[in-house]
């Protein structure tokens, strides 16, 4: 499964910002899939989660309130919408895909990953 995600850039505090993340992988929907975030010299950690059908969605603490995690199936798509962004929004953003229904907040749950867009948010 190869994904691709996309919508990174440089956006100052207050700001949108929308990722997408597309999948090369026909079976899209028999994946549960996640937005993580690594800042700088820190440990990737779970931004948001999606069940495979997309009823199902999970919020770190963090972004709960201002992000929303959506899918699109029929396109292989699943999206990352951030609102009212802070500095402390800064990182490598990776999408990434789990077989499992279960443990949407570890990294080691999750069997395939994108290579990451980094947001950058200036204060």
């Known amino acids: 499964v190869q994904l691709q995600a996309s919508g990174g850039g440089l956006v100052q505090t207050g700001d949108s910002l929308g990722l997408s993340c597309t999948s090369s992988e026909h079976t899209f929907s028999n994946y549960a899939m996640g937005w993580f975030r690594q800042a700088p010299g820190k440990e990737r950690k779970i931004v948001a989660a999606i069940s495979r059908g997309g009823t199902v969605t999970y919020y770190a603490d963090s972004v709960k309130g201002r992000s929303t995690i959506s899918r699109d199936n029929a396109k292989n798509t699943v999206f990352l919408r951030m609102n009212s962004l802070k500095p402390e929004d800064t990182g490598v953003y990776y999408c990434?895909?789990?077989?499992?229904?279960?443990?949407?907040?570890?990294?080691?749950?999750?069997?395939?990953w994108g290579p990451g867009t980094l947001v950058t948010v200036s204060s």
């Open positions: 990434a895909a789990r077989r499992s229904s279960t443990g949407a907040y570890y990294v080691n749950n999750y069997n395939y």
